[in-house]
């Protein structure tokens, strides 16, 4: 199997703080890594691309010093929003690839709210 | 700049009623199209991925088709747990082949 777990599922935080969320590939080693958000009736928007041992790609307009990406290793993805504020509160979603030529496996999400 | 527009948005059939999905899509060079389900409150669920023009795929009540411009997933009598969203994806050449541009997908809704 391709099994892709985020943790947690749901968090709430405080406006201003900061919040870490989990992308594990439990039954392969991941290359690569992606993570998108997702606003209420809208599509999966790509974020940025990790790589394992390197500096994560963002996309245009994404901000890099808002959202951390660390990639440490072939299964652990990590995205850190930083003084998180209201408009942050979306669904965040992650894949994980073997490989560049290989397709990805999305998690199950992580509902973000920010009060 | 790579698009995806589905359509329609939401699509609403009887049990046993078969219709299908569209996806048109604009991409410098297209390396892979893909179709996901989504649930509510859940991450997208993969379904098929095509690769070139005329080449067609199925899963149970699914079909999927390519053209150079569009995709259409076909659904065949369909079941109430057929209900989600279904989306499609792009990916063109020279990015990695998960590195996907959505649309925003189709709601289709089967009633008994």
């Known amino acids: 199997g391709a099994v892709v777990s985020q943790h947690p599922s749901r968090v709430i935080c405080k406006s201003g703080t900061s919040v870490k969320i989990e992308c594990r590939s439990l039954d392969f080693q991941a290359t690569t890594m992606f993570w998108y958000r997702q606003f209420p009736k809208q599509s999966l928007m790509l974020m940025a691309t990790s790589n394992e041992g390197s500096k994560a790609t963002y996309e245009q307009g994404v901000e890099k010093d808002k959202f951390l990406i660390n990639h440490a290793s072939l299964t652990l993805s990590t995205l850190t929003v930083t003084s998180a504020h209201p408009e942050d509160s979306s669904f965040y979603i992650c894949s994980a690839a073997r490989g560049p030529n290989t397709e990805a496996f999305f998690g199950q999400g992580t509902r973000l709210t920010v009060v | 700049e790579d698009q995806v527009t589905q359509s329609p948005e939401a699509l609403r059939l009887q049990e046993g009623e078969s219709s299908s999905l569209n996806c048109s899509y604009t991409?410098?060079?297209?390396?892979?199209l893909f179709w996901y389900r989504q649930d509510p409150g859940k991450g997208p669920e993969f379904l098929f991925t095509?690769?070139?023009a005329g080449e067609e795929k199925e899963k149970e009540r699914l079909k999927a088709t390519l053209t150079k411009k569009e995709s259409f997933l076909h659904i065949t009598a369909p079941k109430p747990e057929d209900s989600a969203t279904y989306l499609c994806?792009?990916?063109?050449?020279?990015?990695?082949?998960?590195?996907?541009?959505f649309g925003r997908g189709t709601q289709l809704t089967v009633w008994p």
């Open positions: 991409v410098s060079g297209l390396r892979g």
């Open positions: 095509l690769y070139s």
């Open positions: 994806a792009v990916t063109g050449r020279g990015s990695t082949l998960g590195r996907l541009y």
